[in-house]
């Protein structure tokens, strides 16, 4: 888990490293010391899971486990609605909404503004 | 190539992958499933190195290569999987479109019945073992075409497992020997599909349909090379192939290109390809930002799908809510190898004619009329069919539903060849004369250009008689013992009774005259 590959030690402290991953991955910006920390903090509270005994119990896989899904018939209900729909874009162009092109690379660590990581 | 009878059409998407060849599979978990031209990234899964403690020299040990295809077929529906939206070809831009599609806060995703028995249905007809309960995961990466973030897919346990597809290849001297092979399916999912990216270079912007409905089989390949007995290579994708042919070329350049990058000594990356039509080579399309990571999680909006069979399925359930395996098994057409065994058994036709019935549209039913109508025996109505019926539709580049020939035509031209009323080679030229679309019924055809055999036994050994005392050199050659004589005899006496006579009748009464 991410524990370990933060701090093998275990105090808990995440690397710039995966800090820089994780911002690619979820486009977050943890720009502060503040957010870090939390990140953390919330990773501990996490790991205290690992106190409970879990051998050979079957791994939950949805709280909605007991409930029945739901088949909607096979009709066509909605749809028909682009005007409302395009309203939300910013930017607009005939009936499609406009995107900036493609993936835009994230500025590498280096080249951002130093970031506060003690 | 024989198909079952999978032609889907619409929103929603299903996957297969098949396995070729023996060996264990690719351990893949998280396929990418991107509908746009851009690179997605690659799987999370990270593959097993090849052994590499000595570079392996030149030509000194076999490679074997193994491909794994990973097959999106939309679903023919009305409704889209999650949302009731429409599914239509060539609609206006997201004009079918709903608020959950458009990926709005606070909306949920709904699953179509409907998506769920076609998921069914194509995991029996590939003989998988249908999983009474799979699950819902989401697949997490940023395109604008994919506004909620995420794809909706089965990741951890999908509806379908370990199923086996059956097809002939076509080998041996003009491609006309049929080799029956199977083919392993590890899985089948149900799946979100992503928007549709238009990319505007020029004024640097994407523009974005969420309308989703391509209809579309997209086939991405995952090709590795090892040496038998090692562990398997590093694999490469290759994404978006939409023809068969191309599909070959890619995986046949892909083989060739690792296994020589391999003996230089080189190495192969994880990475995903693409394959240059025009080339005819692959290419790296490795995203500069690195190894994918979708983050699977479980879908939180959907409870687990639970399907039963006729002794699980819950009393006084309502029928609407629940999805009864052995009911869908029973709605399903009889499938493609069934049939081939089925035409092989009891017409006594060979299995590569049946894999040409079935591969031609609308043949089978064609053939199948005929038989009802005639009298003749079912191997000559094969033989009629495959043949000259089937040559001709080729030549003219028709379908069977555009054949000027209709069974009943065919099959009273073959009645009159079966009661010996005309010569093989009349039949022919009636067939011709069908095929001109005139109207006539063969009966009509053949009084009309006298096409009858030749009833008159006697006036027949006359013909024979004249025919031998008009070419004595011919007869001597025939008494000489060369065998090819009789057939210059039998050709003369044919012309002249204009093809009426039937030549073994002919070639009887030659002989028996040669002979007394």
Redesign the interface.
């Given at each position: 888990g991410f524990t370990s590959k933060a701090d093998p030690q275990g105090s808990g402290r995440i690397t710039a490293q995966v800090i820089e991953h994780l911002e690619?991955?979820?486009?977050v910006d943890f720009g502060s010391c503040e957010a870090v920390a939390r990140l953390e903090k919330a990773i501990a509270f996490a790991d205290r899971l690992r106190a409970v005994d879990t051998d050979g119990v079957e791994p939950m896989?949805?709280?909605?486990?007991?409930?029945?899904?739901?088949?909607?018939?096979?009709?066509?209900?909605?749809?028909?609605?682009?005007d409302e729909?395009?309203q939300?874009s910013h930017?607009v162009?005939?009936?499609?909404?406009?995107?900036?092109?493609?993936?835009i690379?994230?500025p590498k660590l280096d080249e951002q503004e130093p970031f506060p990581h003690s | 190539m024989a198909a079952p009878m999978l032609r889907w059409v619409g929103r929603g998407r299903l996957w297969t992958f098949a396995r070729v060849d023996g060996g264990s599979c690719h351990r893949r978990e998280a396929p990418t499933g991107s509908t746009s031209n851009w690179i997605r990234g690659q799987s999370s899964v990270a593959q097993q190195p090849l052994c590499m403690t000595q570079k392996p020299r030149k030509g000194e040990h076999k490679w074997a290569a193994v491909v794994g295809l990973e097959i999106h077929a939309q679903i023919s529906s009305n409704s889209k999987l999650f949302s009731g939206s429409q599914v239509r070809f060539s609609a206006p831009p997201n004009s079918l479109v709903s608020f959950f599609d458009a990926s709005l806060p606070g909306t949920l995703p709904v699953l179509n019945r409907r998506c769920v028995e076609a998921a069914v249905m194509t995991g029996l007809a590939l003989n998988c073992h249908i999983n009474k309960k799979s699950l819902f995961d989401r697949k997490h990466y940023f395109y604008a075409d994919l506004p909620a973030g995420y794809q909706i897919t089965q990741q951890r346990l999908p509806i379908a497992v370990n199923g086996s597809l059956t097809y002939g290849v076509c080998a041996g001297k003009k491609q006309s020997q049929v080799i029956p092979k199977t083919v392993r399916i590890k899985q089948i999912q149900l799946e979100q599909d992503s928007g549709k990216s238009l990319h505007d270079d020029l004024r640097s912007q994407t523009l974005i349909d969420l309308n989703r409905a391509e209809g579309q089989l997209r086939v991405d390949a995952n090709i590795s090379v090892h040496h038998p007995g090692e562990p398997l290579g590093v694999r490469t994708e290759v994404k978006n192939l939409n023809s068969i042919r191309f599909l070959a070329k890619a995986i046949d350049y892909e083989i060739q290109r690792q296994i020589n990058e391999l003996e230089n000594g080189g190495e192969i990356l994880n990475e995903t390809r693409s394959f240059h039509y025009q080339l005819g080579c692959t290419m790296s399309m490795r995203d500069k930002e690195g190894k994918q990571d979708y983050r699977f999680m479980p879908e939180p909006n959907l409870p687990p799908l639970v399907l039963y069979d006729a002794t699980s399925l819950p009393a006084g359930a309502d029928p609407q809510q629940v999805i009864n395996i052995d009911q869908i098994r029973e709605t399903l057409p009889e499938l493609p190898s069934v049939t081939r065994e089925r035409l092989v058994q009891q017409y006594g036709m060979l299995l590569e004619h049946s894999f040409t019935l079935l591969n031609e549209v609308g043949l089978l039913e064609f053939f199948q009329n005929v038989i009802k109508e005639t009298r003749a025996e079912p191997k000559k109505v094969t033989s009629w069919v495959l043949n000259t019926f089937l040559g001709y539709l080729k030549q003219q580049n028709l379908a069977v539903s555009e054949s000027p020939v209709t069974p009943s035509a065919l099959a009273e031209l073959l009645d009159l060849l079966d009661s010996r009323t005309i010569s093989s080679a009349a039949a022919k030229q009636v067939f011709e004369e069908l095929w001109k679309r005139e109207g006539k019924t063969p009966g009509q055809i053949v009084s009309e250009k006298q096409l009858e055999l030749m009833e008159d036994r006697g006036a027949l050994e006359q013909l024979c008689h004249s025919m031998m005392e008009a070419h004595p050199q011919v007869v001597m050659d025939l008494k000489k013992g060369n065998p090819r004589a009789i057939n210059k005899l039998i050709g003369l006496v044919r012309k002249a009774t204009q093809s009426r006579a039937d030549p073994a009748m002919i070639k009887e009464i030659l002989e028996k005259k040669l002979s007394s």
């Open positions: 690619r991955l979820a486009l896989e949805s709280v909605l486990e007991d409930r029945c899904l739901y088949l909607r018939s096979d009709n066509v209900v909605e749809g028909n609605c682009a729909l395009l939300n930017r162009v005939e009936e499609y909404f406009v995107a900036p092109p493609g993936n690379s994230l | -």
